[in-house]
């Protein structure tokens, strides 16, 4: 019995109102309603409809149209609807039901089907993917014009294939060989490069007493893949080759003579994330980026790296979290997560060696078969991750050499990485896609205010809600911290918090203190940054805390300083690197005003211990840090 308003994208867009097709519109407003259902729960603003129908050639008409869709939307949907599009901050938030989408119903039963092969139950993982399979309808999002549906189509593309290739994989392991070999040959054909298929289809060969065909479909491969990509079939191809020749390939008996057999279980299916956010304001276009990099590494066949940089308090680690959860459903067999301490609050970075061993133990490796060294279990890891795919989330790294061993090594999975420093040597050597998150934009800001505060309360106040943003530096942190401080003191009225913490006997970072949890407080998260630095880059440091500017010139520093400027440069570069400067221009750099109180602090109790810079006089004589509209300004006492 069907119920409400129910979508559908698997195929042509729909929309059924009590299980009756009402016609979801012409092709753009089909567009539209695209764009709001990947986005549901989530504001999407009216430049941002134009970009996904148009792209960059949209007609000054452009928006009026898109106001038009919306209006035929909301009309079919209804006013008693179970689903709703309403007016939010100059764009457009899709209310729905979860399971009012088709797309939404066919990720849970894949993941129930994962569950099933985690555990063995290969007949009912094989019976849930077939039932997934039979819920598209064509091509997804077919007659959708645009850039975003073009892109869409190739992501759910690839959500099919893996399931299909999910379900023959199942076949093949309950013997099911003759079957599978009928539809992995048809999508050989149609993915003659795609290996893992091949695998697939050269192992249900074999299994049905084809070896000499298993051969030729290698040998075929290998030809092309050198031919088309100028590369050497993947190390997991290249075994189960040697496999098939040497007759050491152990294959299930075949289903004929498998019934009442007992299963074997396969290897676990860890599920490591981390609790997802409710919701993360921004980012829309780094997670994109992240989807992107993922869909191009499938089309190679590589793995997919990206690292997660910025200053601290900037939000890397909730960006990876949210981002690993919203790709978790093309990783079926797994997701790792391991914090590596590179910048915590303990004394050491984690060894790999024994991040390593987690990682195995919750791939079923026992205790007594562990190897010794960090190189050795590598070797495991990758080997179990061979022909999987598998999702690692490498939190807080503190260098590449500390991740060499614990990247996955075949196409199909991804590694997400975050670290306070910039990771050059995993740019450089594992084309790893970085990324830099800056602090929110001020529209985001609000936004993360009014969700975490009430829209009445926020909109009660907005000078007082833009003081706030600005003394929190637009960072995600600090605004957290100030949004959990309001939400326990309800009766306070928010220009009364900004009073508070603009008070001119406190320091500003003290409004962003947490005595609960050292990981929330903007001091302590900065000051793990800060112990990175060497002394010479912890000196100029401090000593900027002397320029009036929150924008400043490489030869500004270095005439202030007394120093060579090619010298300040390349100390400039770390504290880059570090992400407490950003680099503007050419020789030309800022920092955040809330970095800013950090160096002034260090510096005036640089006095005390005789480490401070050049400057420490100057910041110590009787300077009040004042930081207003992203400016550190100065006021020297009898002044």
């Known amino acids: 019995m069907h119920a409400g308003v129910e979508f559908s994208v698997l195929g042509p867009v729909r929309l059924y109102k009590e299980g009756v097709e009402a016609g979801a519109g012409q092709p753009r407003q089909c567009a539209v309603l695209a764009s709001l259902l990947f986005r549901a729960g989530r504001p999407v603003s009216l430049s941002r409809l134009v970009e996904d129908v148009w792209g960059e050639d949209a007609p000054p008409s ?351 999975s991804m590694a997400l990485v975050t670290s306070r420093m910039q990771l050059h040597a995993l740019v450089a050597a594992y084309q790893a896609l970085p990324l830099t998150l800056g602090p929110l934009s001020l529209s985001d800001a609000r936004t993360l205010l009014e969700r975490r505060l009430g829209a009445a309360r926020t909109a009660a106040e907005p000078e007082a809600v833009d003081r706030i943003i600005r003394l929190a530096g637009q960072l995600p942190l600090a605004l957290a911290n100030v949004a959990a401080r309001a939400a326990y003191r309800p009766q306070l009225r928010l220009a009364g918090l900004a009073d508070e913490y603009e008070a001119p006997e406190r320091s500003i970072l003290d409004a962003f203190a947490s005595e609960e949890d050292r990981a929330l407080d903007v001091r302590e998260s900065i000051t793990r940054s800060y112990r990175l630095l060497d002394t010479e880059t912890a000196a100029l440091f401090r000593d900027l805390s002397a320029c009036p500017d929150p924008v400043f010139a490489a030869s500004q520093i270095a005439n202030l300083a007394g120093r060579p400027e090619g010298r300040v440069r390349q100390v400039l570069s770390r504290l880059t690197r570090a992400h407490l400067v950003s680099e503007v221009g050419p020789g030309r750099y800022s920092w955040n005003r809330l970095v800013a109180a950090y160096a002034v602090e260090k510096a005036g109790r640089g006095l005390f211990d005789r480490a401070a810079g050049p400057f420490a006089a100057r910041a110590g004589a009787g300077i009040d840090a004042v930081v207003t509209g992203g400016t550190l300004l100065r006021r020297r006492h009898g002044r």
């Open 62 to 412: 452009a928006v009026g149209s898109v106001r038009t869709y919306v209006y035929r939307i909301r009309q079919a949907l209804g006013e008693h609807s179970d689903s709703s599009v309403s007016l939010v901050d100059g764009g457009y938030l899709l209310r729905i039901r979860p399971d009012a989408l088709d797309l939404n119903r066919f990720k849970e039963k894949t993941a129930r089907a994962r569950e099933a092969r985690g555990t063995g139950d290969l007949a009912s993982a094989a019976s849930l993917l077939t039932e997934s399979l039979e819920m598209w309808k064509g091509v997804p999002l077919a007659g959708v014009p645009g850039p975003f549906a073009e892109q869409r189509r190739g992501v759910l593309g690839e959500l099919r294939l893996a399931c299909a290739e999910e379900r023959l994989a199942c076949d093949v392991d309950r013997g099911h060989y003759i079957e599978a070999v009928t539809e992995l040959s048809a999508l050989h054909v149609e993915h003659p490069l795609r290996e893992r298929i091949c695998g697939l289809l050269m192992t249900a060969l074999y299994g049905a007493g084809r070896q000499s065909e298993a051969l030729t479909i290698y040998h075929a491969t290998s030809h092309l893949l050198r031919q088309s990509l100028g590369v050497s079939p993947s190390q997991d191809l290249q075994q189960v080759h040697e496999r098939i020749l040497s007759g050491r390939f152990q294959l299930p008996p075949s289903a004929e003579h498998s019934k009442g057999a007992p299963r074997t279980p396969r290897l676990h299916v860890p599920a490591q994330l981390p609790a997802a956010l409710p919701s993360l304001v921004g980012r829309e276009s780094e997670q994109e980026q992240v989807e992107r990099l993922f869909t191009a590494a499938e089309a190679s066949s590589s793995v997919a790296i990206c690292t997660v940089g910025g200053l601290a308090g900037v939000g890397k680690t909730a960006f990876a979290v949210t981002a690993a959860h919203r790709l978790a459903d093309r990783f079926p067999d797994g997701q790792l997560f391991a914090d590596l301490q590179g910048a915590g609050p303990e004394a050491e970075p984690r060894d790999p060696a024994h991040v390593l061993e987690g990682f195995l133990r919750s791939l079923g490796v026992r205790l007594e078969d562990m190897p010794e060294t960090a190189q050795a279990r590598g070797l495991m890891f990758r080997g179990l991750l061979a022909d999987r795919r598998v999702l690692v989330v490498l939190d807080n790294v503190w260098s590449t050499d500390q991740l060499k061993h614990l990247l996955p090594g075949s196409a199909g």
